[in-house]
């Protein structure tokens, strides 16, 4: 009785699985208003290469066949708002982006131009956003980056009493944004956005997830892998907003963007709801999802 239980534990069935690597990335933050700050990259967390904010990549997911696993791509946040008289206008957070248990958090909004007794503080976030000015000389800090370890902080505002001000650059996934500084005492220069990182989990090198440029009287702060230069972050790079030196509102977030490999053994289904299209790279297929919420699974 006892050999036949043993026998019996043995031969219970072992659920057929597929292993996936990831590279989950948020969208990113809006840049402020009225002469704002960079808007934060969204969260970056991969198995492949480097996490963001310097971590080692995680393991691959081991995901059972035939089973509906969750994907969300978030969107980009928007622009902050502006009036032309000043408010400290933040740049809206961008949204998350999920695979099954990963989850990459939004970047932070970049802060903007604020009269006496308005936070110019930048929002925290998968990248912090950078921090903004006052009417009163305050400056704002960057936001800090997010929990697991997917980005950096945004940069330092600067304030020089009338026309020096200048936003720092929104966190990176790769570095810290840039704190706006001073030109010749007076003019201020806009911090640069963080860099992001560049992955080959498709088969090319691309970089993703960087900061916005912050805005300066005298100079505007640049941003590098996706992340705007006087421009919105661009589309499925989940990189950071960027806002002139005007006063205007702040310009929005890139997307972000889900990217699936698996053995080319295994196919992939993509639930109504999804925005994607899978590709064949060596002896592995890579599925790119754009857009939207829904589930996918594989057989």
Known sequence: MIGAITAGLFNVPVPASVTVDYLVIAGGGGSGGEAGAGGGGGGYRTSVGTQGGGGSAASPLSLLLSTNYTVTVGAGGAGGASTGGGGGYIGGDGSNSIFSTITSTGGGGGSGYAFTGVSVNGNAGGSGGGGGNG??????????ASSPTQGYAGGTGYYVNPYGRASGGGGG???VGAPGTSQSGASGI?????????????????GRAGGGG??????QGTGTDGGGTNSAGTANTGGGGSDSYNFNGGLAGGSGVVILRYPSSNSITIGAGLTGSTTTVGANKVTTITAGTGNVSWV
């Open 190 to 206: 806009g911090g640069n956005g963080g860099a992001g990182i560049s992955s080959s989990i498709t088969g090319s090198s691309v």
């Open 173 to 175: 996934a790769g570095s």
């Open 214 to 219: 912050g805005a300066g009287q005298n100079q």
């Open 135 to 144: 009417g009163s000389g305050t400056t704002g800090l960057g936001g800090t």
